[in-house]
């Protein structure tokens, strides 16, 4: 059983913000920059430095990237045994770097990994976590963080502090804080760490990895849905499912029809969902389809009938014909693709 | 090869929609919520009796919280799972994770003989998603999280899990470890009524205290916690908008995007 | 030396279980096959449903059919014409206790068992909520000493937006006619139905003596129901269990209310309607007359026979704990009955039952033809009530 190591207290603390850099597929990721844009605006109302920490394997450019977005300083640990996360060997590498480090702050997105790693080294460190927090803020009299959570399916609204133990470790979801904004002329330190990393550290490995293939609606962050309204037109659904990152789901008649797979079909005899976005094209709204989305974050119903029952279940109700609204849809956002190259 | 010892960690916790907070004390009032054994956990301990059907395999249920936790966590019984200690001490309360993650990693160290620790991925009041990497590093075990499947090779030395993250992957774990079960991600099986009366009336509750559990008063309860709480209120009630967009259709689709806007960033 | 053989191994823990779980009320049985012949699968699906051969499995102690097991909508087609009087429906149900014990072929059902269990409701809405579709009227708690009647909502009714619908109209009905009512609220237990007829027979008892002690704390004598399926357990399956109230189909007792002059009607349209005989209120309690009176007593409507009525009721599809497995397309029962209904000249199809409301409304959406509004007769009721 884990003795609790000797951490920092507040007063051995550095006044920086720290902010741990995960990479994504070819960038870092976006809840990364995300909250380097955060780091930064708090550490502007107290004079604290950001700096962000990358660990993994061949990541320089990431870090000129971290630096752009606002961190004063990269520190940078490169170990081609940490190409893939590993939540044992990062927590090793990551304690090693904070106790070095002492920031006053870390921030971890909350992402499947940062959420794991995150909760190790918090207990390690022997600190507070507060996870998935909606906002942050910083009292720069005191030099606390408030870090401000939901709780009970989002009933609850609450402010967390850490007041003694350091670091002061937050967690933020993907999309809570807007993107900074990339200035190629900032300037700023990247610096190698050195860390001991035996390979006792990896207890586990990864055997397999799939390309993600496999229809699994549960897990679909934004759901399309399409009725008989949408009379039988899916391909428009996949096309527009592509520009939103979306999966695309159906009611009992077009399946029943053949227009797609019985896999999509959601509802109480299908797949009940948890999405944070659905949008409901061409349903009619009957119960048994609602049960599969009712727990949706937002819901969209397109329907050419006003008096479709979907719109009492909708959040935001598109009285239209869905074969004009999905290509109208499609332009939209086209355009909004073209503005955020400019 | 001996009988494997699997635990779960199990919360009951108030149904979302029912809890209120009393706007003078800042408290929440969980006595007039309704409660439900948290729904990862149902998860959690289906995949447990998986495994326990595949191997020969004992299944104890621990929980950290007060007397009132005990018919659901026989539910759990109910399920299939063999024993059930319930760790519950005054001093317990007002535990954030740290705090709660070392009081369920003393009761596994006093259980002595565990493979493998099972949790749901979060739970649905708190949904930090904490415990399971704070347990694990407690234990100071490997962690494979937001797993969907897992069996324990022949040898039981090792344990192989199917995990989904962004994609599915099989990872091989030395043993033992903690295992945190991704949401949904399995049917947990109704209670078996055969087992029902025996799960309710005949199972003993086993209650550890601080004194059975060895934990350092300090280190457990809002004395052991880091983080404090300094404003609670409730939330909006999320009933549908049922707001119409109104206009011609290209006006209505930006509307809309700009809506979704902040739903659609990608992790 | 091994043979090959068609001779099958009969285990006799699997019979004894099966005598068990059944009463033995599969032994009555000499397959004769009418069950077989008159069941509406027969019609709906390639190779039918041989139910015959699963009451001759349940005698001798095998069970190859697992899956088929849940076809059966408890229509009660097959028990009406038994000359054996075997209540078949009742040993479908029982034999699917089997699969429940052996976890095996349970598709999506436990979860409509757990949320039986964490919320008093099949259908994973919260309890708290299951009054919800009571805002704005005011409905007082039922108190024993101000009201004579319970009225019964239901599961469906409660949660379900269209349902819903039902039981506003069952209150604007009952409080025309002066009743003095109450209800439940939020301490309105589920019946249970649900459970027993997915098969799970301890479950039901469990929620039947939670449910009866409810209504006994409330000290409930009589109740106006407004689901065949709830009415069907109260009165065939908790007098066993202890429960002594009564219970009254809202059409019964909208009936007796018409015989007795209590409920006038104000109408001066021409209503063409065909009714469709709810399989439990008709072949189930016999109920074929009272719905009929009621439409009648209305001025100005036209009952229009459809094809398959009162004892030969085609089954909508929905009982038996169908609501809550899946019916491929080309096979619901809902679909011919559309059919039949536009057939008759009608231009509303009426019936007495949430659940037929609901496969009938869906089956007229999806099948071509003329779209024939589908109201329960308690809409009916309430839409040409006038004030006593």
Request: with cysteine; charged share 25%.
């Amino acid at each position: 059983m884990l003795n609790p190591t000797a951490g920092y207290s507040a007063s051995e603390e550095k006044q920086e913000i720290w902010v741990y850099l995960e990479p994504g597929e070819d960038a870092l990721s976006s809840v990364s920059l995300e909250l380097l844009g955060k780091a930064r605006l708090l550490a502007d109302t107290a004079g604290y430095e950001v700096k962000g920490l990358l660990v993994g394997y061949g990541l320089l450019e990431l870090a000129e990237d971290a630096i752009s977005c606002g961190a004063d300083a990269v520190l940078l640990v490169e170990d081609q045994r940490l190409t893939q996360f590993n939540v044992e060997a990062f927590t090793a590498v990551v304690t090693q770097a904070v106790l070095e480090g002492r920031p006053s702050i870390f921030l971890v997105g909350a992402t499947h990994d940062g959420r794991d790693l995150a909760g190790r080294l918090a207990v390690r460190m022997q600190t507070g976590l507060n996870a998935d927090c909606t906002d942050l803020a910083l009292d720069p009299d005191r030099g606390i963080l408030v870090s401000e959570v939901t709780g009970f399916g989002g009933g609850i609204i609450a402010l967390l502090e850490c007041p003694k133990q350091r670091p002061q470790m937050s967690t933020v979801r993907p999309g809570v804080f807007p993107l900074p904004i990339h200035d190629p002329k900032r300037k700023g330190e990247i610096s190698q760490l050195k860390i001991d990393l035996p390979d006792t550290c990896f207890q586990t490995s990864v055997l397999k990895k799939e390309e993600y293939d496999l229809v699994d609606l549960t897990q679909a962050d934004v759901l399309i849905c399409g009725g008989r309204g949408v009379e039988g037109n899916f391909d428009s659904l996949f096309a527009l499912a592509q520009d939103l990152s979306a999966e695309v789901g159906a009611t009992r008649p077009p399946v029943d029809d053949g227009f797609i797979a019985r896999e999509r079909q959601v509802g109480q005899t299908g797949v009940v969902c948890r999405p944070k976005i659905a949008i409901c094209l061409g349903i009619s709204g009957a119960f048994h389809f609602i049960v599969g989305i009712e727990k949706a974050d937002i819901v969209i119903a397109v329907n050419s009938d006003r008096e479709a029952p979907i719109f009492d279940y909708a959040d935001y109700g598109i009285v239209a014909d869905v074969a004009e609204f999905v290509p109208a849809l499609n332009r939209a956002l086209l355009e909004r693709k073209e503005h955020s190259r400019v | 090869m001996s009988k494997r010892h699997i635990v779960v960690c199990m919360k009951v916790t108030p149904k979302p929609e029912e809890i209120l907070v009393d706007p003078a004390t800042m408290l929440i009032q969980r006595e007039q919520a309704r409660s439900e054994i948290n729904p990862p956990d149902m998860n959690a301990i289906e995949l447990a009796l998986q495994l326990k059907d595949q191997s020969d395999a004992r299944l104890s249920i621990i929980s950290m919280g007060p007397p009132f936790f005990e018919p659901y966590l026989r539910v759990g019984l109910a399920m299939g799972a063999d024993a059930l200690y319930l760790l519950s001490d005054r001093t317990f309360a007002g535990a954030d994770t740290l705090a709660t993650t070392y009081v369920l990693a003393k009761a596994v160290d006093r259980l002595g003989d565990v493979d493998v620790v099972i949790c749901g991925e979060e739970s649905s009041d708190g949904a930090t998603g904490q415990v399971p990497p704070g347990l694990a590093e407690w234990l100071g075990w490997p962690l494979v999280s937001l797993a969907i499947k897992a069996e324990l090779n022949r040898s039981g030395t090792q344990i192989i899990v199917t995990r989904d993250s962004h994609g599915r992957a099989e990872v091989k774990s030395s043993l033992p470890a903690v295992l945190s079960v991704k949401s949904a991600a399995n049917q947990p099986r109704f209670m078996d009524f055969d087992l029902k009366e025996e799960a309710f009336e005949q199972v003993p509750l086993i209650v550890w205290g601080p004194d059975d559990l060895d934990t350092e008063p300090d280190q457990v309860g809002l004395k052991g916690s880091p983080t404090v709480v300094t404003g609670l209120r409730e939330a909006e009630v999320r009933e549908r908008r049922r707001q119409r967009l109104e206009g011609p259709i290209d006006d209505v689709v930006h509307q809309l995007i700009e809506i979704l806007d902040p739903y659609l960033r990608t992790p | 030396m091994a043979e090959e053989s068609n001779a099958i191994t009969l285990d006799e823990g699997l019979w004894l279980e099966i005598l068990e779980l059944t009463h033995g009320a599969a032994t009555p049985c000499f397959q004769c096959g009418v069950c077989t012949a008159i069941c509406p699968w027969g019609e709906a699906r390639e190779g039918g449903f041989s139910v015959r051969t699963i009451l001759r499995d349940a005698q001798i102690g095998n069970l190859d059919e697992l899956e088929t097991l849940w076809l059966c909508s408890s229509c009660l087609q097959c028990e009406a014409s038994c000359p054996r009087g075997v209540p078949v429906s009742e040993v479908l149900g029982s034999l699917r206790y089997l699969l429940w014990r052996r976890r095996v072929n349970l598709h999506a059902l436990p979860s409509v068992l757990w949320s039986s269990y964490w919320n008093n409701n099949p259908l994973s809405q919260p309890p708290s909520a299951r009054l919800d579709w009571a805002a704005g009227l005011d409905l007082p708690i039922f108190d024993p000493t101000q009201h004579d009647w319970l009225l019964y909502i239901g599961c469906t009714a409660s949660y379900d937006r269209r349902a819903q619908d039902i039981a506003r109209a069952a209150v604007k009905v009952l409080r025309a006619v002066g009743l003095q009512f109450g209800v439940l609220g939020v301490e309105e237990p589920c019946c249970g139905e649900t459970i027993l007829r997915l098969g799970h027979g301890p479950f039901f008892e469990e929620l039947a003596r939670k449910a009866i002690n409810t209504f006994d704390a409330f000290e409930v004598e009589r109740m106006v129901v407004l689901s065949p399926h709830c009415f069907d357990v109260f009165k065939q399956h908790y007098p066993q269990l202890g429960a002594e109230f009564e219970s009254t189909h809202i059409t019964q007792f909208l009936d007796r209310l018409i015989t007795a002059g209590r409920i006038q009607f104000v109408n001066g349209e021409r209503l063409k309607i065909t009714y469709h005989d709810p399989c439990i209120l008709g072949r189930g309690h016999g109920a074929y007359d009272a719905p009929r009176n009621i439409l009648q007593a209305i001025p100005g409507v036209e009952l229009c026979p459809m094809d398959l009525e009162r004892e030969d009721s085609l089954c909508c599809g929905g009982g038996g704990g169908r609501m809550f497995l899946e019916t491929p397309p080309g096979e619901r029962f809902g679909d011919l009955r559309v059919q039949q209904a536009r057939q008759s000249g009608a231009s509303i199809l009426a019936t007495a039952c949430p659940l037929c409301i609901a496969c009938l409304e869906d089956s007229m959406k999806v099948v071509m033809g003329d779209r024939l509004p589908v109201m329960d007769v308690v809409e009916i009721v309430g839409r040409y009530v006038g004030q006593v």
